[in-house]
């Protein structure tokens, strides 16, 4: 099992990452990607790739994380990116929830294209992080697609929407929320969008999935996210298994 899209790089779970990973590993979980949201946390998610054979690297600027951006900044994530264990640029996107005004949605436009150059310049895929921001996310990709694959992390969007993406080639991430009660959407759309686009995450330390939900997340939760998307698809655990190891192996070569 795969856990696409982590945060051992968060100080709640980096002090305990040894016994974190053992954990995973004992869990089934062979592969983590753990995913950077500034140029620190970038350093860090390398430094795991480096400290543990199981865990590979994803480095670049979330879109709530943009007052140390600079040109200056993104260089030194482009050095980081030719490590031969980081995979992917990410995370990277819109992030409309938390930021209402127009000044700073068209601040992280501008470094969202910027990643996204960068990813296409040194032909890596890309971790999105569109919170709020589906249509305007949709339309950079029309008008700037990426060269390699991309995969929209925490898909809380539409299944119409997923439609659209589909049609663009993306793949999704999902996580505890399609173990929540009231989250139908999320399920739904694990239900209907293509097979060969899914991907398992655990976007941890957060997004804990039921029963444990409340308490902190870890990739050695994969399994219960990868039961329930198997239990929506009408898979045995051991297909839908094959199923997103494939898919994680096509988007990021792990």
Known sequence: MIDTHCH??????YPERKEVVE???SSGVTRMLVVGWDLDSSKRA?????EFDSVYAAVGFHPENLDDISDDALKEIEQLAKHPKVVAIGEIGLDYHWFKEEEHRAKQKVWFLKQIELANKLNLPVSIHAREATEDTYNIL???????????HCYSGSPEMAERFTKLGIYFGFDGPITYKNAEGPRKCVSTIAIDRLLTETDCPYLTPVPYRGKRNEPSF????LEKMAELRGFSINEMEEIIDRNAKEIYGI
Do not use: G, Y
């Open 46 to 50: 390398v430094q795991l790739a480096d």
């Open 222 to 225: 994969i399994p219960l996210i």
């Open 23 to 25: 954990r995973a590993l």
């Open 8 to 13: 051992l790089n968060d100080e709640q779970l």
């Open 142 to 152: 029309v008008d700037h697609p990426i060269n390699k694959k991309c995969v929209l």
